[in-house]
């Protein structure tokens, strides 16, 4: 069984940082992309940013230049460093592991966190 267990998430004044972590665990074989979206009252859910294996990045229009995404495969742990927080930012955050191989199925899906709130306030 694979879980994905986030810590990171709390409170901040506009314009403080946080950092998401995000730690998948379980009998892994490989996972391809890790992300984090988000999911704000009343909206739906969004891509914030996505990272690869290799490393390839992919950000929301909304955080380019804020966010930063990072991973460290042999850990299978992904990291989400959040600057320049502001208002509309506040959500609940969600970790996701897409295209995850565990050795007993070799079959690949998709798994998430629980979600972290993240709360900015003025």
């Known amino acids: 069984q694979v879980q994905l267990v986030e810590s990171g998430g709390g409170l901040v004044q506009a314009g403080g940082s946080l950092r998401l972590s995000c730690a998948a665990s379980g009998s892994i074989f490989s996972i391809n992309t890790m992300g984090w979206y988000r999911q704000a009252p009343g909206k739906q859910r969004e891509l914030v940013a996505a990272i690869t294996t290799s490393g390839s990045t992919n950000y929301a229009d909304s955080v380019k230049g804020r966010f930063t995404i990072s991973r460290d495969n042999a850990k299978n742990t992904v990291y989400l460093q959040m600057n320049s927080l502001k208002l509309e930012d506040t959500a609940v955050y969600y970790c996701?592991?897409?295209?995850?191989?565990?050795?007993?199925?070799?079959?690949?899906?998709?798994?998430w966190g629980q979600g972290t709130q993240v709360t900015v306030s003025s």
């Open positions: 996701n592991a897409d295209q995850v191989v565990v050795p007993m199925t070799w079959t690949p899906r998709e798994y």
